[in-house]
């Protein structure tokens, strides 16, 4: 209805404004209706954070919503009037933008990257570039929602830009395993080796073009925001192909700390600007010698201190390592093997991955944890690293690699679990054994703990942690048992009691390995964690914070958070909200 009122009132508002106004303003209201459109949906939901209507793309996807919401349309300050009033100050901050640059007129083109023919050979000095990254977000199917609604309000002055029945989405650089299935007939796998490189290929053409375009002294900026390596991986790998020479990697602080996502998985903190230059032609081979692979450690421990220097958080010195480390690589057209083998990118980041990984576990050693075993530095790392409960093989491996663990011992030591590509870190409530050891249980052969009878236990059942067990086979149990012991308790004065009374019958003084990981790891908590009456999956964190200085005479770090506004009633967090491992993957971008 609205559509066909707008439709209605064009030749009204063009008489009465001229052609250029006229359809300017037709402009906005189109966008006024789908900015109603976004907040006025079946995928609407209601925000009790803020008493208001979250729009259908408060994610990048069409997730179901459990909570439907509407916005009353005819409302003073609500519906409509408010759409209008977003739209317009949207409009007079771009208008003021421009107003304040010098005010020539831009080009402004659609069509793929991948196809540039409009832009003269060497013509360009920077350029500036925001990708998608792979499955991430499926750009074209969100814009779908305004497509349709666009094509009605704006066709008749672009039909050529609205000659599709939906998007164009043949020609998007995403990965979309649906689109390369042909018709069921390509088994899963298949399909999705097939739209990865599909993608990869898009993202090849784009720089290729991105290169011919460039001035040989001009600067590609590759804006990229990512959590897994496999991204790092995919791009530099595209961009190396199209003849670029990686130089920098400049991270940038653009997430929230405090948001759910980061905390649950791996994400980085920043958006990294990755830049490149056209690398001469006839770059030749170069070998990965030892000679490379101790440049590239030197470059990517150099950065990560700068950048920790600079305040960045670990997962940030992490990924602003890999730029400078693989500069090293993208010197050359190809890397080989002395033996003639190419070597791929991933190999380059590995070497600098573990080279930052080698260069924390001195750091954390520095603070006097060498000699905790290393399971605890292991966890440690997670936390300090990677800044969360879930992660990747490889960078578990990595990480294990750095504390000298492979990853299937740490499944086995009883710390993490697998599946497929992922690994999950074990809270304190997933490691609890029910039945504490008997005291005769604890004596460990080479081939596992003993019981009384001559029986041996399970070993997965001994790896496990009880608050009452008679001794505890490395620090990161004896913490776990602490936590658990002043958790089970209720926590406050009852829970000091009991976790006093188990330090004093183990002996465990201020300066143990106890101590000093405990530190170490309230140290290391995710923000997400720190949140005080939230429940989450690892609640070890707040009874580790309590649990400091009464135990061990630590002071702790400062947690209490800074105020933040009151919007109309709060709604407790619900049980499983903080690090709750049911969702699947999400998107990591933006
Ligand atoms: C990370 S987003 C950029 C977002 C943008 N910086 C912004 O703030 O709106 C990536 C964009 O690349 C676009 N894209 C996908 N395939 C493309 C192609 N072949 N050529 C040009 N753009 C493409 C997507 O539609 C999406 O808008």
Not at 69 to 88: K, Q, T, Y
Not at 108 to 122: E, P, Q, V
Not at 159 to 184: I, K, M, Q
Not at 206 to 219: A, H, Q, S, W
Request: glycine share 8%.
């Amino acid at each position: 209805m609205l559509v066909e009122e707008l439709r209605k009132l064009r030749p009204q508002i063009v008489e009465s404004e001229g052609e250029d106004l006229g359809e300017g303003i037709l402009h906005l209201l189109a966008f006024v209706l789908d900015k109603f459109g976004n907040h006025n949906a079946m995928l609407a939901s209601w925000d009790p954070t803020t008493n208001g209507i979250r729009s259908v793309f408060d994610r990048h996807g069409y997730s179901f919503k459990p909570a439907w919401a509407e916005m009353a349309p005819c409302n003073s300050g609500s519906g409509l009037d408010w759409a209008i009033d977003n739209v317009l100050t949207a409009y007079e901050e771009i208008a003021k933008l421009c107003k304040d640059s010098q005010p020539e007129s831009v080009e402004i083109t659609l069509g793929s990257a991948t196809n540039l023919a409009h832009l003269a050979d060497g013509s360009v000095t920077a350029v500036v570039v925001d990708p998608p990254y792979a499955d991430n977000v499926q750009y074209s199917e969100l814009a779908d929602f305004f497509y349709v609604w666009l094509k009605r309000t704006q066709g008749h002055r672009r039909p050529e830009w609205f000659s599709t029945y939906l998007c164009e989405h043949d020609e998007e650089a995403v990965v979309n395993v649906s689109r390369h299935r042909d018709n069921g007939r390509l088994p899963a796998g298949e399909a999705r080796a097939a739209a990865h490189a599909f993608y990869q290929k898009l993202m090849t053409e784009t720089f290729t073009e991105c290169r011919r375009i460039l001035r040989d002294d001009g600067v590609l900026t590759v804006m990229f925001t990512h959590k897994k390596q496999q991204a790092w991986e995919h791009l530099f790998t595209s961009l190396i192909r199209s003849g670029f020479l990686i130089t920098a990697t400049w991270p940038v602080k653009t997430e929230s700390e405090h948001s759910l996502h980061q905390a649950r998985k791996n994400a980085a903190q920043s958006t990294v600007l990755l830049v490149a230059r056209k690398r001469p032609a006839g770059s030749g081979a170069g070998y990965f010698n030892a000679e490379m692979q101790a440049e590239i450690r030197e470059r990517a421990r150099a950065a990560a201190d700068r950048l920790q220097r600079e305040g960045l958080n670990p997962v940030d010195q992490l990924v602003g390592s890999f730029g400078p480390a693989i500069e090293v690589y993208s010197r050359y057209d190809e890397v080989r093997l002395d033996t003639g083998e190419p070597v791929g990118v991933d190999r380059a980041i590995d070497e600098a991955s573990d080279a930052v990984s080698q260069w924390r576990i001195e750091q954390l050693a520095a603070r006097g944890l060498a000699d905790v075993e290393p399971e605890g530095r292991f966890a440690l790392l997670c936390w300090d690293v990677l800044g969360a409960a879930e992660f990747r093989f490889n960078e578990a491996k990595l990480l294990g690699h750095a504390v000298g663990m492979d990853v299937d011992t740490l499944v086995g030591a009883g710390l993490v679990t697998k599946s497929g590509d992922k690994i999950q870190m074990l809270s304190v409530k997933d490691r609890r054994r029910k039945q504490p050891l008997e005291p005769a249980e604890v004596i460990e052969t080479m081939f596992g703990p003993v019981t009384k009878s001559g029986k041996r236990k399970r070993k997965g059942d001994v790896l496990m942690v009880h608050p009452n067990d008679p001794q505890f086979r490395t620090a990161l149990d004896a913490c776990h048992a602490l936590a658990l012991r002043y958790l089970e308790a209720g926590g406050g004065k009852s829970g000091i009691g009991s976790t006093k009374a188990l330090v004093r019958q183990q002996g465990w003084k201020n300066e143990s390995s106890v101590a000093r990981l405990m530190a170490a790891l309230v140290e290391a908590a995710p923000p997400a964690l720190r949140k005080e009456g939230v429940k989450n999956r690892f609640p070890e964190f707040r009874a580790w914070h309590e649990l400091l200085e009464p135990l061990f005479e630590i002071a702790p770090p400062d947690w209490t958070e800074p105020a933040a506004p009151q919007f109309g009633l709060a709604f407790p967090a619900q049980e499983g909200e903080l690090l709750s491992d049911e969702e699947g993957e999400e998107e990591e971008e933006e």
